[in-house]
């Protein structure tokens, strides 16, 4: 039994939090706030309330509203340039996976030569040490889907070759996270829905991990519960603050998942399908692909005591056997909505479909050398083609 575990990330949970941004002890006297390009974030009020708080403490600060849903290369550089010209000396992510994950690239780009892919391992990247340390980095999450609050990866496009790959290593984790169920109740419902099992398949994929300990098994089996449980209450009434809550902390959780186990070849798969087809959000592109992927699974028979874990964890508390979590998955699904969704209708066809298996292997490659079952090219390519629509 041996294992690291480290979050350094101090979080702040539970409605109302937010209020006590002005209270913390800040890591710098300027911030760049980080957001995205859609109006959410002003319309509901979350970037003049945090506009607020830094007034209170006495912290100044830029505003960066560039970030789209699937973030990208050259806005991460901007944004970067535009900390370093205004002399920011922390970053704020504030909002969904996008702009947390952006605010985390931007901090490491606001103090290092080059460009952001010298660092990236994988695809076209270079691979290099990053030799200085990153701007501090908080975060404070409108959404719950990524986890990102609680660890240290961020994921970025690079538009002109089409590969979406993640980053990340201890200095970025945020210093300090703000979770607060009361900012999530604006999420539409389908959002909701993909933000979701994008948190559930953090969980599950790091339960099915070989790097998997102990410490991430408690944390995936508690997400996974807490997500099951809520997620369709916050889909149906996104008013419902004790759903919300409840998917907000499996969503912190997973991040913590995240940070001690990991993702596996599903989300490479679903990373691939997104940095080709932009338009496709990243749950949506889970959810697609989950069923014929964990039946992969099931078909193998090496993991069979773990599904039914999770299908115990989900709610089925007789479960004895591994198609339970399937079933289990499919019901949560049908209840959010959500168990109908078409490649097709975001342009995807079936003869892009192998394209997509080269572009998970050549840019994200690394997360199917961790899956507890062997997911090979084959399989890949099966997986996709059961589960086209």
Known sequence: MHFDYFIPTKILFGAGRLNELHKQKLPGKKALIVISAGKSTRANGYLDRVEKQLKLANVEFEVFDKILPNPILSHVMEGA???KDTNCDFVIGLGGGSSMDSAKSIAVMATNPGNYWDYISGGSGKGKPVEIDPLPIVTITTTAGTGTEADPWTVVTKEDTQEKIGFGYEK???????VDPEL??????????????DALFHSTEGYLNITTNPISDAYSLKAIELVAKSLADAVKDGKNI??????????TMAGMVESTSGCTGEHSLAHAMSAVFPELPHGAALIMISKAFYTHYLNSGK?????????????????????DFIDALVELQTACGVDNLKMSEYKITENDLPKLVDNAYDTMGGLFKVDMVPVLKADSLKIFKDSYK
């Open 172 to 178: 970025t984790f945020p210093v300090l996270s703000i």
């Open 81 to 83: 340039q535009m900390a």
């Open 184 to 197: 999530m109740t604006t999420v539409p419902p389908h959002l909701t829905a993909y933000q979701g099992f």
């Open 242 to 251: 004790e759903a919300r809550a409840n998917v907000a902390l499996g969503n």
């Open 303 to 323: 993991c069979d005591e773990r599904l039914i874990n999770m299908a115990k964890a989900m709610g089925k508390t007789n479960a004895t056997k591994p198609q």
